[in-house]
């Protein structure tokens, strides 16, 4: 067995065992992003994550698992009355996605619940590989969270709509208001937030998405009027 | 970490899941009537082509179709969702009647369709071939999915095509043969069975992508590997040119049953049993480079001898393929298509200059190859809106495109 090998299980069993010892001290309402609890005035949460998705084989034309990796940073502030503001960017490096929102929360017991929506506004941007072209849109997300707090984690389903409120992509000399459907889809989501070590919580969610235009994949420039199903998976820290 | 095991194992789950389409292939004049019929003469043809009001079945069409004959069917191009007819017709006494189907091309909805000319709308004149009738009326009805035609169509005729585009040369390409595995055809992609359909969308010309086997045999095949996305599960499996001619056509399937053309196979069928003008000789690898000339070649000489209007071009899409062209004795004498720069299209003396239609319309540059007496194409251009941009404010000579019913409509509409 290597050296590299036997580091790694060490601090994989460290990691195992912090989680152990540490489970009786669990204070969610500190460390959980996704589990939609109350926020304190001023509160603080981050989510630095990175995220892959399967993309449609009709669109990218393989049958192979394609991962595309998008990083994401997330951050909800308390705001009093149960109310939290949350913001958000996510990137591919191609692509930017900025959104901001309000959501209000509501926890009983072991319970949250959260109403809220947000709204995005992204750009893409292609000038090497035969692409001269540019892509924004604005995007609303009406969204729906509950989520239950068991002893060692949470486990929190997230749904939203996602509705396209404009978009234009420019290409060479011409600009192009597209007409992508207002209604694009929907998406829900499972996350899973546990402690790694003391307050360092880790994230592990599936999304499944249903939509005619992931934005992500706008360089695929895809024609389909057909709705997609891309699942995603995402593993983030919070912080 | 049971849950974490679970959750790991849903995320796989989910994660080996497809996209299921819904096909529908309705079932077309069952009871053959169109036997009953006599078809038309050419002559007829030309008298219904032109641009037609929809009067009934907006929804359907949207306001305005062209229609337009191509080889061996009757095609109606729509502005709605790429909306398209393809009709069988002949005429019984002085009426003419057409059958056949409906489609959208960007999602899979389809159903039947058929008309009618009544013999005082248009019939007689049609049939005698009389280029002045203005008051032709298709009269039918259509069905969606496995329905019955219980739904109104009526086009009525507004006027023929323009000057400009009568006298234009534009070429309508479509994409590997006539269209790819994912827009649902029936038909696998770059196979004999898509070139045959691929004038039924518009197409005046098409793109094939060419392959050389391990024992030197040129085929039509896109991806470097053996796939699901391209062929059924077969006892061969990896890279394709890995394999000799013999295994492919014996062991290889395509996705809808077919068998895999060779490039002689599909390049003779085009010339013999089709009216393509243009074929995009796609070269997916440098090794296929010399095959391909030697059989573009031969071909070309046979569409001279037969006074068919017929030219393959080589494509060169890669530096490498560039290279070897280059190299090629007498490459200025091929006839070819670059895909990289206008000064390597210089270089070689190519016949086409085509860049990707993400650059945009390049007019300039456009002007430039025209000057120089070539040609200018753009690939692979799918986007409605930026369709009728490219054909109202560009000058490319022809648009390869997934979508030819979408060009056609965009370009057969111009005034």
Known sequence: MSKKLLLKTFLLQVFILCNFAFAQQLNFNENAFFYPHSFRSGQIISSLGLSTAKLPEDVVETDDVFRAPLFSYKLKYG????????GGVETNLITFHFSAGPKWNYEDDKWG?????DIAYWFGQLEQFGFDTKFTGWILYPNLSAGYRFNKFTLSLKSEVVLNLAETSTNGELEI???????NGWTIGVYL???LWKDNYVVIGIRSTFLKFYYPMWAAFSTFDRTFFIPEALFSFNF | MKKTIILFASLLLIYSCDNEVDIISPVIDPSNFLAQTTPLPNSSKLVIEGVYDVLDGKDLLGDQVVVKWNRDRLSI??????????LDGGYLDSVIFFIGYWRYATNTETGVASFYIPSDEGGVEIILGDTTATTIRFVGDYGVGNGLADRTLVLKFNRDFSQAVKQSEFDILAHRGGGRNSDYLGVSENSIEMINIAERFGSTGIEIDARLSKDGVPFLYHDSDINLRLCQKSLIWGQIEDFTWAQLRTLLTLRNGEKIPSLREALEFVLEETLLSVVWLDTKDVDVVNASIALLTEINDRAITMGRDLKIYLGIPAQDIFDAFAAYPGHQQIPSLVELTIDQVRQVDADIWAPRWTQGTQNSEVQQMHAEGRLAFCWTLDETSYIEEFINEGEFDGILTNYPTIVSYYHYIQQ
């Open chain 1, 177 to 183: 208001s597209n007409d992508l459907d207002f209604y």
């Open chain 2, 77 to 86: 191009f729509s502005g709605n969702n790429g909306g398209y007819l393809v």
């Open chain 1, 113 to 117: 619940f959260s109403v809220g929506g």
């Open chain 1, 79 to 86: 705001l009093p009355e149960n109310f939290l503001a949350e």
């Open chain 1, 193 to 195: 937030e546990q402690p």
